[in-house]
């Protein structure tokens, strides 16, 4: 059975951490889904949609936020911990396009991806995110994408030649079945429009919560984001409820006339060779100069300190334990977390001689000495450290750092 | 012959007539007090209801001289009667009216006419002639021999004042101010009620009156008893309550022409437009027929048309070349259909956002302004008839969510040949029960080729209610 | 029937299967009036505007609507009149489903009412027609009634529209007389189980100037997008021929 662990951050661990029997492959893969990371838009986080794509005999989930990546880890994780797959994606809508889903299919592809979504946010302010149809083709290379229609299907029909000849990778037009009531007739439309672009329709449920339970949240929110009350919202509510999670069987069903466009998302999930396991944290390796290892660097720039930190001497047991720190540096290949820290804090106190860093193992490694030394805090470390305050071998995670100046300004 | 109420100690005598007190008996003496006086007393229980219905009959009714008609304690009305007094031939010609139609209606009336609200109560009730009318100037004078009870105080400030040897407004006059002001309290000081009568200082908290709406008076020497008469004064007023929007430059909203009959009653028609118009043959019209409907009773001798509520309306409304313009010219016909029918019955459609179709489409009066709604979003079609109530019909259709196949409906099956849906409306959960189910709407079409609007209400096993019911609720065409 | 907003092209299905306009008469508007009411050209249409009446083949058949909304002008406003029983029995109009963008309507409690209000509303020029449905045989429409509103419509431009629900064809003043029903609609162009565009069936028994006729007409979708493929379930409908007696034309219902 899943449990949730911790308090503040759910985690789905399913079982007891035994590995899980492999999920046979489903005929339909959701990939229209948008989790709360769209923001006040998705009604249901990760673990939800997870544990409701689980039941449902799905294998495979994809995630496809409003511009922006920040939700795929959550939803990785989910899936990792109910031994799914999850498909990582984004929904793009471009400022002088129809909206795109854009699933990379290896690392680059997320690479391109990511460097989209920052060009696009970049320029805007927080929340925004401006892409023209050309910058999206642009970095388009290893992505995959779908189109993904509005209501105003005349629209669509009119700027798809121009999306087509922009995106080349770009095969399936997205279709969903949302009782509208000439949803037979849409889907034909679009069936008909996609071939004579030589593309496919693909199936999807434009899915915004896990469980029709879970529409009057998606209607708050989406009040809240329109600044208006329930009872004047009006027709910036949905209609029904019919955005959520659909079980294969049910999708099937409601494609009956078009089963290619079930298999469509089946081939397409299979094509995806990429996921976030794949990603490492790559430190910049600028901050070296040359002919030194970063261990080197380190060392170098812990003796400089030291020194003069201790004018009169380093007292012998701070010297044992840096010795010992280093040690442990090396052995984690650690050193370029420090030496980042110090070029950030570096360029900090050239803009304002007050910051001080602080990280979020700050608390465990505020008491390493070799923190200390360097000329990065002004603060004297508590005690001088032991062991088990600096991070436990085996675990290279990067942590995250914030430099808080005295001024107030956060970087 | 006395009135009295019940109180808690026995009976009090609320009113006696003159002859009864001649015989000793006092308005608030208990009635075994003047039972010994007099014995033959004869009493009839007040009607206090009664009396105040009566009051109000007559405030309407007063309304024939004055369109500002207030009703003043249990037994008074206050009229304003500036600019009334010359239709009546000066204030002695109002008075004497006044005093004669009073009378003939069986009341004995006391009546004056001052510069101020105060003195023409003080006057009214404390005067010495039953119908003076006072001239600015002679204010003080007239008031000076009344009791000081005129200054309508407080029963126990007018006590005092008698106590202090002031029995007269007169000798108030003469009081120097401050030690008076030292032994009442502000609101009770009788010297600043005096200021005010003698209007010297303005009534506090007197809303101060509107200008009074235009209006136009017809006074008929004799009484007239045939219907006939309205729809002929209405043809006289006209032209004077639109000289009167002219000069004012306002436009009528709401009219109403009242016939003041002899018995005390009087009847009342209105009419109102949609947009204000000063135009005499469109009022006159508007009116034409309901005139003809008031009821003379005992014979009208009065009436008056009055611009109840009036908007500003600059000069040259009219198109003056090829007509009047479009607009107006519906406004004149929703005018003209809502006198006659109700405006209730006369309407427009009124949008409303929402996704059920029968609260997104509502109706408003024509003659009421519309309402701002959001566009609709394209949905699928809408049939141009919407039975008002849905009727529940009979369905085959494949559980749980199969097209119609059949249904029966007032007694007559259709085939349907052809069906398109559902367009699933879900309920508006903020405002409905939780047990409100969904609507699957369906366009079916029968084997005759006529097509209908159905829907299914609820799903197989959605946990609110047994199987879902069918009903029928649009034709299209 | 299309979604308010689209105007229907309304087009005979068959070639025509009926009444010439005899001599002297013109079957099209003329030219440079501006007409606030259209019919194809192929079926009969008065000079100018009149008064009409169209007979419900059934109270439960809202083709009617369908066919008569095809001909009205939206930008104009729209007076219409329903008396109480026509209501219950038939609907309220619905003004989503009808793609006007004025429209006042009344409801009247009998025939004399809706008869009054049709008259008051014709005298109102700025109006783009006048309907009224009246429930079955009410004794306030006589001949001199109908004809009455028909030289109002005439005076002052207004079109009129007598619409008879469940009632019978009695002596009238109507320039043109309709029987209109539903017909089985097109075939839909993306989804065959759907119902297509509307279509009816309209039978002109008795008109000034024209002989009278049967037609099937279809609803053609005014913009682009699908367009309907050759109406193929058409029936060859003979012309009627001559007029109709009264009692013959009242017989359907």
């Not at chain 3, 053609?220 to 493929?229: I, L, M």
């Not at chain 3, 009627?240 to 009264?246: E, K, M, N, W």
Request: glycine residues 10%.
């Amino acid at each position: 059975m899943p449990e949730y662990t911790g308090f503040s951050r759910k985690k789905l661990v399913l079982g007891d951490g035994e590995a899980l029997p492999p999920i046979p492959p489903a005929p339909f893969v959701e990939l229209g889904v948008s989790s709360p990371f769209s923001f006040l838009r998705g009604a249901s986080d990760a673990i939800e949609l997870v544990l409701t794509a689980l039941e449902m005999g799905m294998d495979s989930i994809g995630i496809a936020d409003r511009n922006t990546l920040a939700g795929v880890v959550r939803l990785h994780s989910a899936a990792k911990g109910a031994g799914m797959r999850p498909l990582i994606g984004c929904r793009i809508d471009p400022v002088d396009a129809p909206s795109l889903l854009a699933y990379p299919i290896d690392r680059e592809g997320y690479g391109r991806l990511s460097r989209m979504l920052s060009l696009g946010k970049m320029r805007c302010e927080k929340g925004e995110c401006d892409l023209t149809l050309s910058e999206v083709a642009l970095h388009g290379e290893g992505i995959a994408f779908i189109a993904m229609p509005a209501a105003d299907l005349d629209a669509f029909e009119a700027a798809l030649p121009a999306m087509a000849a922009a995106l080349p990778g770009m095969k399936h037009i997205a279709a969903a079945h949302l009782y509208r009531g000439d949803d037979l007739a849409r889907i034909e439309r679009l069936d008909r429009l996609a071939r004579a672009h030589g593309l496919t329709i693909l199936a999807t449920n434009d899915v915004h919560y896990a469980t029709p339970d879970r529409r009057p949240l998606q209607d708050v929110m989406s009040c809240i984001r329109e600044k208006v009350t329930l009872a004047t919202a009006g027709y910036r509510l949905n209609p029904n409820a019919e955005r959520h999670l659909k079980s294969p069987a049910e999708m099937v069903r409601l494609f009956e006339r078009w089963p290619h466009a079930i298999a469509a998302t089946r081939a397409f999930a299979d094509a995806i060779d990429f996921s976030l396991d794949e990603l490492r944290y790559e430190y910049p390796r600028e901050s070296v100069p040359g002919g030194r290892t970063p261990q080197q660097q380190l060392a170098h720039l812990t003796w400089i300190g030291a020194s003069k930190r201790w004018k009169e001497g380093v007292p012998p047991r701070i010297l044992k334990q840096l010795k010992h720190e280093l040690a442990l540096i090396e052995k984690l290949d650690f050193a370029r977390y420090f030496l980042t820290v110090h070029d950030i804090v570096a360029f900090a106190r050239s803009l304002d001689p007050r910051s001080c860093a602080r990280d979020a193992a700050a608390r465990r490694t505020a008491r390493s000495v070799i923190a200390w030394a360097l000329p990065r805090s002004t603060r004297r470390p508590a005690t001088c450290c032991s062991n088990a305050s600096f991070p436990r071998s085996g675990k290279s995670r990067p942590t995250s750092t914030s430099i808080s100046s005295m001024s107030g300004a956060r970087k | 012959m006395a009135l009295v109420v019940e109180e808690a100690h026995g009976q009090r005598i609320a009113a006696a007539t003159e002859a009864a007190q001649l015989l000793g008996a006092r308005p608030g003496m208990r009635l075994t007090d003047a039972r010994a006086l007099d014995p033959g007393l004869q009493v009839v229980v007040a009607d206090p209801a009664g009396d105040a219905a009566l009051l109000e009959r007559l405030a309407r009714w007063a309304s024939r001289w004055s369109p500002l008609v207030e009703i003043d304690g249990a037994d008074g009305l206050r009229l304003d009667a500036s600019g009334a007094a010359h239709l009546f031939g000066g204030e002695n010609g109002l008075i004497a009216d006044i005093q004669r139609r009073l009378s003939s209606l069986g009341l004995s009336s006391r009546v004056a006419i001052a510069c101020t609200p105060g003195a023409a109560w003080a006057l009214a009730h404390h005067g010495a002639s039953a119908a003076q009318s006072c001239p600015v100037d002679a204010t003080a004078a007239r008031l000076a021999p009344l009791p000081v009870a005129a200054l309508r105080l407080p029963p126990e400030v007018t006590r005092t004042l008698e106590r202090l040897g002031l029995k007269r407004i007169g000798t108030l006059a003469g009081v120097e101010r401050r030690p008076l002001a030292r032994r009442f309290r502000e609101a009770d000081n009788p010297l600043d009620a005096l200021d005010r009568m003698l209007g010297r200082k303005a009534e506090p908290l007197t809303a101060i009156p509107d200008d009074p709406p235009p209006r136009a008076l017809l006074r008929l020497a004799e009484p007239v008893s045939d219907p006939a008469a309205a729809p002929q004064a209405l043809d006289l007023l006209v032209p004077g309550l639109v000289k009167q929007l002219e000069a004012r430059k306002l436009g009528a909203r709401r009219l109403l022409l009242a016939g003041y009959r002899v018995d005390g009653e009087v009847a009342v028609a209105v009419a109102a437009t949609a947009l204000a118009t000063r135009e005499a043959k469109h009022l006159h019209r508007l009116l034409a027929d309901k005139a003809g409907t008031l009821d003379p009773g005992f014979g009208f001798d009065g009436f008056a048309l009055e611009a109840a509520w009036c908007e500003p309306l600059g000069a040259g409304q009219d198109g003056l070349i090829g007509g009047p313009p479009p607009a107006l010219e519906v406004a004149r016909l929703v005018d003209r259909l809502s006198v006659k029918l109700g405006p209730e019955r006369v309407r427009r459609p009124q949008p409303r956002a929402s996704h059920l179709p029968e609260r997104a489409s509502g109706w408003r009066p024509a003659l009421e302004p519309a309402a701002e709604c959001m566009a609709p979003p394209p949905t699928a079609p809408r049939p141009p008839r919407m039975l008002d109530r849905p009727e529940a019909i009979a369905v085959i259709y494949a559980t749980p969510e199969g097209l119609p196949r059949r249904f029966v409906w007032r007694r007559a099956v259709h085939d349907v040949t052809r069906a398109e849906g559902p367009e699933r409306i879900a309920p508006e959960w903020w405002r409905e029960r939780s047990t409100a189910r969904l609507r699957d709407y369906y366009r079916v079409e029968d084997r005759e080729g006529r097509r209908y609007w159905i829907y299914r209400e609820g799903l197989h096993g959605d946990g609110r209610g047994g199987d879902p019911v069918w009903y029928l609720h649009g034709l299209f065409g | 029937m299309a979604a308010g907003g689209q105007r229907a092209r309304l087009r005979p299905l068959d070639g025509g299967g009926g009444a010439r306009p005899r001599s002297g008469q013109e079957a099209a508007v003329p030219q440079g009036t501006e007409a606030p009411w259209r019919l194809p050209g192929e079926l009969p249409a008065p000079a100018g505007p009149t008064l009409s009446e169209l007979f419900a083949a059934s109270p439960r058949d809202g083709g009617w609507a369908g066919l008569l909304l095809g001909q009205l002008v939206p930008e104009r406003p729209l007076l219409w009149v329903q008396d109480r029983m026509a209501i219950l029995e038939s609907g309220r109009i619905y003004p989503p489903g009808l793609g006007l963008s004025e429209l006042i309507h009344v409801e009247v409690r009998d025939a004399r009412d809706a008869l009054w209000a049709m008259e008051e509303g014709l005298r109102c020029s700025a109006l783009s027609a006048v309907v009224g449905e009246l429930w079955g045989d009410p004794q306030a429409l006589d001949f001199t009634a109908t004809r009455r509103l028909a030289v109002a419509a005439e005076r002052h431009g207004v079109a009129a529209f007598l619409i008879r629900l469940g009632g019978h064809a009695n002596l009238s003043g109507a320039r043109m007389r309709w029987r209109v029903a539903s017909a089985p609609s097109l075939p839909h162009p993306l989804n065959p189980r759907a119902p297509g565009p509307a279509a009816w069936e309209a039978e002109l028994f008795r008109a000034r100037g024209f002989a009278p006729g049967r037609w099937r007409v279809g609803d053609e979708p005014a913009q682009g997008g699908e367009t309907v493929k050759g109406a193929e379930n058409r029936r060859d409908l003979a012309a009627a021929a001559g007029d109709r007696t009264l009692a013959a034309a009242g017989g359907r219902s």
